[in-house]
């Protein structure tokens, strides 16, 4: 029995590059002066996205005592410090999430109505979108998401069954016999450690960091054509083959008003800079061209904070808008505010997975000087429709993001390290091109994603892989809806920790589908269930995937606790999934 150890970077050393104090990853090793504190519970959850906060409020209904970390100051992950709107499907109003994930919707809407002075339309309207912006149905401030998610939980901090650890990173594991016995972590402020032990643990962080830490099987990259034969997966097996992750930001607009902020140091370098993948990028990356995802075609973004726009395919203003001043009365004083996660700033120059701590912290200090980049360029030199240069209007709203330099808190992250699954998805299970080739038909009518006889939820989403690392542009295509295989939950020796993120068993190309937020949620959420029904029957989680008997109870368990694990058999298609 022994602890895989892990170098902590002491937080003053942060400053060198103006970062926020997150790990994002750690190597080598350290020496605590004095034996940590123990906490020991039934639960240890070790991240606080949106996987991590469905996995610990599952199992607290259940009954369990939790440990959840998180290492910003903000629990939520991509609807909160990472400050990223839900990307769902188009039937998310109707089906396709848990009751939990749309309980959470509702709620979001509800603050609105109550806090908010709406207008008597939007106070009206069931389906508010308080931004009204395109990308979903429910485009929201981080803060709201934050509000609604903590409420969920503080019953359970004021009764003492959870115990929220923030600013808190994973340090060491200490693993024996096939299982984690306990997780050492660091609270970031303070620099001390705990060692945390319970019966089962789940990785809900962002970049799957408990996944080498307890020498879990997993992989990271592309795995190339001839492991997968899935139809759209690069030739090439590549570990630093991962998407882009971007530093996302909000600005709102202040027509004849200077905010341009001081032009940041690699400015010139970004400015100049062209993508250097395949097939090409059509120009320089700061520019309003790109290329369409699913065409592969360049096409022009259009851009306009203050009125339709003349020119491009859609209004990046309105695209990811989270706040929109239509919905709000006049005299609120309220105005549009636009959070800002773009193709512009997908950052392409370096991974954050399975590289160096210096290599991490030198790369996040690039993509932040990408967005702000982004944002000067649109101040200053950005071309408008009526011939102009520049918006220097546009002003960077830190009390969005909730921090000093006005970026969000946290990297937004596309790829995680996966864990080597006892089902791992293919492309050929759900992608409608790969499906067809496999099942020898000529169009789509009637095809449906693998069903899966252990299937614990379901979603639906593009197969969408930002321009890569590796080299690769964009990868998007058509998907089916699709389900969720509990053996993709269940790493392949470990017994006791259980993936709850983007880190279940999918390859490069099917995380591009599993990865957004009501299915992290739902994964999460599968986890804290599992866990509790896995010690109500004192088990381990893959006997529910083995054992018909138990699969059959834990499927109706999930059911009335409000997962779906069916899709209906028709669906009504509204509309095609539309990435800029």
């Not at 991962?242 to 600005?251: G, H, N, P, R, Y």
């Not at 395919?313 to 706040?323: A, D, F, G, H, K």
């Not at 739902?522 to 896995?534: D, H, K, P, Q, R």
């Amino acid at each position: 029995m022994a602890f895989r150890k892990h170098q902590i970077t002491r937080r003053e050393s942060f400053a060198t590059l103006g970062l926020p104090a997150f790990s994002l990853g750690l190597s080598g090793c350290y020496k605590a002066k004095t034996p940590p504190k123990e906490l020991s519970v039934d639960f240890v959850v070790i991240g606080g996205g949106l996987g991590g906060c469905a996995a610990a409020l599952s199992a607290l209904q259940s009954g369990l005592t939790v440990i959840m970390t998180e290492e910003t100051d903000w629990i939520g992950g991509q609807l909160t410090s990472q400050g990223v709107p839900p990307d769902e499907h188009q039937w998310i109003e109707d089906f396709g999430c848990t009751q939990t994930y749309r309980d959470l919707r509702n709620a979001i809407r509800r603050h609105y109505k109550k806090n908010y002075p709406l207008t008597e339309d939007a106070r009206g309207n069931e389906t508010l979108n308080p931004g009204s912006g395109s990308v979903s149905r429910l485009c929201h401030a981080p803060r709201v998401a934050l509000a609604c998610i903590e409420s969920r939980l503080e019953p359970f901090i004021s009764s003492g069954k959870l115990t929220l650890l923030k600013q808190t990173i994973p340090a060491a594991v200490e693993a024996d016999n096939d299982e984690v016995k306990s997780v050492e972590v660091l609270n970031l402020e303070s620099n001390k450690q705990l060692i945390l032990r319970g019966r089962f643990f789940a990785d809900a962080t962002e970049l799957g960091e408990l996944l080498p830490m307890a020498q879990c099987e997993h992989v990271v990259g592309t795995e190339g054509k001839s492991a997968t034969g899935e139809l759209h997966m690069p030739e090439k097996a590549s570990r630093s083959n991962q998407q882009a992750f971007t530093m996302c930001f909000a600005v709102d607009h202040n027509e004849g008003e200077n905010y341009t902020i001081d032009q940041p140091r690699e400015y010139e370098f970004w400015k100049n800079f062209i993508p250097e993948i395949t097939p090409p990028w059509p120009g320089h990356l700061l520019d309003f061209n790109y290329t369409h995802p699913s065409s592969g075609l360049s096409k022009r973004l259009g851009f306009n904070p203050t009125g339709p726009h003349q020119t491009g395919i859609i209004n990046l203003w309105t695209y990811r808008r989270i706040l929109a001043a239509k919905n709000f009365l006049p005299e609120s004083g309220l105005q549009d505010i636009s959070l800002i996660n773009w193709p512009q700033n997908d950052y392409l120059l370096g991974n954050l997975v399975d590289v160096t701590r210096e290599e991490q912290k030198y790369h996040i200090a690039r993509a932040k000087q990408l967005s702000l980049s982004l944002l000067y360029w649109l101040q200053t030199e950005a071309p408008r429709d009526d011939g102009g240069q520049g918006w220097p209007g546009l002003r960077l709203r830190n009390d969005i993001m909730g921090t000093s330099d006005g970026l969000a808190k946290y990297p937004y992250v596309r790829e995680s390290r996966r864990i080597k699954a006892l089902t791992t998805i293919l492309e050929q299970h759900c992608g409608v091109k790969n499906r067809m080739e496999i099942k020898g038909l000529n169009d789509a009518e009637g095809l449906r994603a693998k069903r899966y006889p252990d299937s614990v939820g379901i979603g639906h989403y593009q197969i969408d892989l930002h321009p890569s690392s590796g080299g690769d542009n964009y990868i998007d295509f058509a998907t089916l809806p699709f389900e969720i295989p509990l053996g993709a939950l269940i790493p392949r020796r470990i017994k006791n920790l259980i993936p709850a993120s983007k880190n279940i068993g999918t390859t490069h190309l099917t995380n591009g589908c599993y990865r957004l937020h009501p299915v992290e949620w739902n994964i999460g959420e599968v986890a804290g269930i599992l866990v509790s029904e896995s010690i109500a029957k004192s088990t381990n989680p893959e006997h529910f995937y083995k054992n018909k008997k138990l699969l059959t109870e834990f499927q109706d368990t999930l059911v009335k606790r409000g997962v779906e694990i069916r899709w209906p058999n028709t669906l009504e298609t509204k509309s095609q999934h539309e990435s800029c």
